[in-house]
């Protein structure tokens, strides 16, 4: 599989990125190693990538709770005192061995320790693997706000082993394909068919076409100032519905693909009623969503919560809530406003 080079780093795929993980650490020369791992992963995961990294430095495992709810700036502290404690010093290497919440916390947390050290991402969920790994978003979120807190800033690497992918259920990785669904509605149709259609799934090749699509984004604006914002396709609504059932204690957590899903539905809608998106296919996308995914509960007496949570999403400016929509596949909108109606219908289509 061939690498692709973001801006200031490559993404390496197999066997292949752990030698180029070797040579990285042989040529920066750094002090000790540390690898951020949850509860999951140093069961899983971190047995096989040990037996794979070819160094003789002094290496540390720091290990937090999985889970959404830990990705905060608590367990931030909780690192940033045991690396302390460790000895980490400016030349130490954070490697982050995880889905989203390890390479977004622990990118964050490499970036602000004496004012940043160097950090290697290896993605182990699909989620992390084709969307929050790449593109040099990381942070933590604020209460149940996602992502509040964070910067911009990117690892000298990623390692892209699939094999990880192994290690989780058909949840974790229905969760993922999401992301590869939104790139797919916006900018290769082709991803979209595959799923819907169920045909040659390929996970490696859906993998390094996603992270083609996404690196390529990035490289035009790595910012989010213009055109990244359509990677937050289904994101907007998505988001507000995952906060909202991470915050309800009589829901059950969605995983964040679950709710994302919940959201294209509600966004294609949308499309359809302000962008022109034809209304056959509206029909054909919730389909086949519905049909992945099945039928999260939101029901009508939690449309404003949820609305209340979307008014917190980075994208808005001056209090509007700013939407990616589609003309039709492959064609977005970016900075589109929404009525608050309009929002409730489509979630009441999403019901229907
Ligand atoms: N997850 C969307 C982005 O990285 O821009």
């Known amino acids: 599989m061939i690498s692709i080079q973001a801006v200031t780093y490559p993404i390496d795929f197999n066997e292949k990125a752990y030698t180029a993980l070797a040579g990285l650490i042989r040529s920066s ?114 209460g149940v706000l996602k992502n509040q807190i964070g910067l911009f800033t990117n690892p000298k690497m990623i390692v892209l082993d699939p094999e990880y992918l192994q290690t989780l259920s058909a949840r974790e990785i229905r969760s993922g394909t999401a992301e590869i669904i939104k790139y797919g509605m916006t900018h290769d149709i082709h991803l979209f068919n595959e799923i819907k259609d169920n045909i040659k799934l390929n996970i490696v090749d859906l993998i390094h076409r996603s992270i083609e699509i996404k690196n390529e984004v990035v490289l035009e604006d790595p910012k989010e100032n213009g055109i990244r914002k359509a990677l937050n396709w289904g994101h907007t609504i998505g988001h507000g519905v995952e906060s909202y059932f991470l915050e309800s204690s009589h829901k059950e957590n969605l995983t964040h693909g679950e709710a994302i899903a919940v959201g294209i539905i509600c966004e294609t809608y949308i499309s359809s009623k302000l962008t022109g998106f034809p209304l056959n296919k509206v029909k054909s996308v919730k389909n086949a969503i519905i049909t992945i995914y099945g039928k999260v509960p939101v029901i009508e007496g939690d449309f404003n919560a949820i609305l209340n949570f979307m008014k917190h999403d980075k994208k808005n400016i001056n209090g509007e809530i700013n939407f990616v929509l589609l003309e039709d596949f492959e064609k977005f909108k970016i900075n589109c406003k929404v009525s608050n109606e309009l929002i409730k219908e489509s979630l009441k289509y999403y019901n229907e």
């Open 29 to 142: 020369n750094y002090s000790s190693i540390f690898i951020l791992v949850d509860n999951n992963t140093i069961t899983h995961c971190y047995p096989r990538f040990i037996k794979l990294l070819e160094t003789d430095k002094k290496i540390e495992v720091i290990e937090i709770e999985a889970g959404e709810v830990n990705k905060n700036i608590n367990t931030c502290v909780g690192v940033w005192n045991a690396m302390t404690e460790l000895g980490a010093d400016r030349k130490s290497l954070l490697i982050t061995l995880g889905g989203g919440v390890i390479t977004d916390l622990g990118g964050f947390v490499a970036s602000t320790f004496k004012r940043g050290i160097d950090f290697v991402n290896i993605p182990t969920t699909l989620l992390s693997m084709v969307d929050a790994s790449v593109g040099g978003k990381t942070g933590v979120d604020l």
